[in-house]
């Protein structure tokens, strides 16, 4: 597709549910990222896929926190017994792996409410 | 913690230039200068970015200074569609994990 796309675009979930948010970078990009964002502050890092390789997991909150990209192109965050501190925007960023080229290319977000 | 620090708002008046401070002054030699934007409800758009030398696009002009330890963004004629955060961030390559600070929220003002 032309863009990254995430979905859902909202998620209301019960304390202690299980949820999955699913990102679909531009086809050919080799570099995936999540970020969450809390209202107000800027995008975080939680954790960066090169292919199917996760190279850095260190920004995950919690054990609670997983992601994967099995083939390489889709992502999924799942975040397991959520907590009302998990609501936010989960951004979902993919990028050429080349020095020096344009940016980050972002989806829309996930928002996420935890009630 | 970002590697950059900014002004935490700024007002622009519609029609005029925009001119977006940013401070890097740790910034290592083969470093870029990354600027983003963030609209309202919209995931972070990137604008521009530049090594030593100035850059301009449709969008934006991005001025380095020569030490390369700070950068201004400039939007020669903001329109009310530029209300935003602004990002600016410093990156060795397109695959380094970004560390965004608080960023710019910028105000164009009818």
């Known amino acids: 597709g032309a863009g990254v796309s995430q979905s859902p675009r909202y998620k209301v979930a019960k304390r202690g549910q299980d949820v999955a948010l699913r990102c679909d970078p531009i086809s050919g990009h080799v570099s995936l990222f999540w970020y969450q964002q809390a209202l107000g502050q800027g995008p975080e890092f939680l954790t960066y896929f090169q292919n199917e390789a996760q190279l850095d997991k260190s920004g995950l909150p919690s054990d609670r926190f997983f992601a994967e990209r099995p083939e390489g192109s889709v992502s999924t965050l799942k975040i397991q017994r959520t907590q009302q501190e998990d609501s936010a925007v989960y951004l979902c960023?993919?990028?050429?792996?080349?020095?020096?080229?344009?940016?980050?290319?972002f989806g829309s977000g996930t928002r996420l409410t935890v009630v | 913690d970002a590697k950059t620090t900014q002004p935490t708002s700024m007002d622009c008046a519609e029609g005029r230039a925009a001119n977006l401070p940013c401070n890097h002054s740790?910034?290592?030699?083969?470093?870029?200068v990354y600027w983003y934007r963030q609209i309202h409800s919209q995931g972070p758009q990137y604008i521009i970015h530049?090594?030593?030398n100035n850059e301009t696009n449709e969008m934006a002009s991005l001025i380095i200074t020569e030490d390369r330890k700070s950068s201004t963004l400039i939007l020669p004629h903001a329109t009310l569609r530029d209300t935003a955060v602004y990002y600016c961030i410093t990156q060795k390559t397109s695959y380094d994990k970004v560390i965004f600070g608080p960023g710019t929220s910028l105000s164009v003002i009818p």
């Open positions: 960023a993919s990028s050429l792996a080349t020095p020096g080229t344009y940016g980050y290319t």
């Open positions: 740790t910034i290592s030699g083969n470093e870029y």
């Open positions: 530049g090594l030593k």
